[in-house]
């Protein structure tokens, strides 16, 4: 994935887990799977620190060339 891309998938996946984790629990019938909560918590965790370390190499990764990619 390119920086950018991952610069517009972050707040989106973050925003998700918000609704999952606080908002859709106030929902009739909602199940709450905490071991998924988790798991995505951690994988957006991790993806933000990959994120933010090729940032650093590209010089904030708003400079970075269009189709920079993280590994």
Same mark, same amino acid.
Request: hydrophobic residues 35%; proline residues 0%.
């Given at each position: 994935m390119t920086i950018e891309e991952l610069e517009v998938l972050l707040p989106l996946a973050s925003d998700q887990l918000f609704r999952n984790e606080f908002?859709?629990? *106030? =929902?009739p019938g909602f199940k709450r799977d905490s071991e998924k909560v988790q798991l995505a918590k951690a994988v957006?965790? &991790?993806? $933000?620190? &990959? =994120? *933010? =370390?090729?940032?650093? $190499?590209t010089g904030n990764g708003r400079q970075a060339k269009a189709g920079s990619s993280v590994a």
């Open positions: 908002i859709d629990t *106030r =929902l957006i965790s &991790r993806v $933000k620190e &990959r =994120l *933010r =370390l090729a940032q650093q $190499k």
